[in-house]
């Protein structure tokens, strides 16, 4: 079974526009992470906002913002006034395990990754 | 800004030969990854590598690969003969236990296998 999916190949957005990309998770874990990646047409992976599932507020980081829903699963990545350079493939990932500093190596865990959204920001 | 360095940046090798990628991980992280994204697919894991031992594998990362930190500041993924199969992006990442929150990924190196 997919651990994330990510149900839309590709979306549209008009400049300006605000566009949310979905994500869905699935984990048996009480702790987790949360994260989503842009990668422009040059290849490399870019961090745009993480989530850890005990933190009571959506993350915010300037124009990207997470709407987490743990009940439903979901960590929806909501870009506000969309801009060209926007256009890129996203990709929501999750690190199971915990996010605690208690625990012993607690960042240690890999990253899996979902297919990825192809946004294309329309002028 | 730190930031996680890759070399090379493209490399094209024929099948059934050896090639080593090398990875300039952030100085102060401890955890280090090798990911990799087959052109047009999503980002696979292959192995993680803390206190100069690999702690996790996928099942992707069979006896062809193997990871190695030869000195203070690089770490390599070396693919002992390649496959057809095995042309991918290849993607270091570091992370520091105190900014666990994020996973440093390094620009890629490009695999072609003819």
């Known amino acids: 079974a997919q651990k994330i999916t990510q149900t839309q190949p590709g979306m549209f957005v008009q400049e300006k526009e605000a566009v949310t990309l979905d994500c869905t998770y699935d984990?048996?874990?009480?702790?987790?992470?949360l994260f989503w990646y842009k990668q422009p047409s040059s290849g490399e992976m870019i961090f745009l906002i993480y989530?850890?599932?005990?933190?009571?507020q959506n993350a915010t980081e300037g124009r990207y913002s997470l709407n987490f829903q743990k009940a439903r699963k979901s960590a929806n990545l909501v870009i506000s006034a969309s801009q060209l350079g926007d256009s890129a493939m996203y990709f929501c990932?999750?690190?199971?395990?915990?996010?605690?500093?208690?625990?012993?190596?607690?960042?240690?865990?890999?990253?899996?990754f979902g297919k990825g959204t192809k946004l294309s920001v329309k002028p | 800004e730190p930031e996680v360095t890759q070399t090379p940046s493209h490399q094209v090798t024929q099948m059934g030969q050896e090639v080593i990628l090398r990875c300039v991980p952030i100085?102060?992280?401890?955890?280090f990854y090798w990911y990799r994204q087959i052109l047009g697919q999503k980002v696979e894991f292959l192995v993680s590598?803390?206190?100069?031992?690999?702690?996790?594998k996928s099942e992707i990362f069979d006896d062809q690969f193997s990871v190695e930190r030869p000195d203070g500041s690089n770490f390599t993924l070396k693919i002992r003969s390649t496959k057809l199969e095995d042309s991918a992006m290849y993607f270091c990442?570091?992370?520091?236990?105190?900014?666990?929150?994020?996973?440093?990924f390094g620009p890629g190196t490009r695999l072609t296998v003819l």
């Open positions: 990932a999750m690190r199971e395990g915990t996010d605690t500093l208690m625990n012993y190596g607690g960042s240690q865990g890999n990253l899996i």
């Open positions: 984990t048996s874990d009480q702790s987790y992470g």
């Open positions: 989530q850890g599932s005990y933190d009571e």
């Open positions: 100085s102060n992280h401890l955890y």
């Open positions: 590598f803390y206190n100069n031992e690999i702690s996790e």
């Open positions: 990442a570091s992370n520091d236990r105190a900014y666990y929150n994020e996973q440093f």
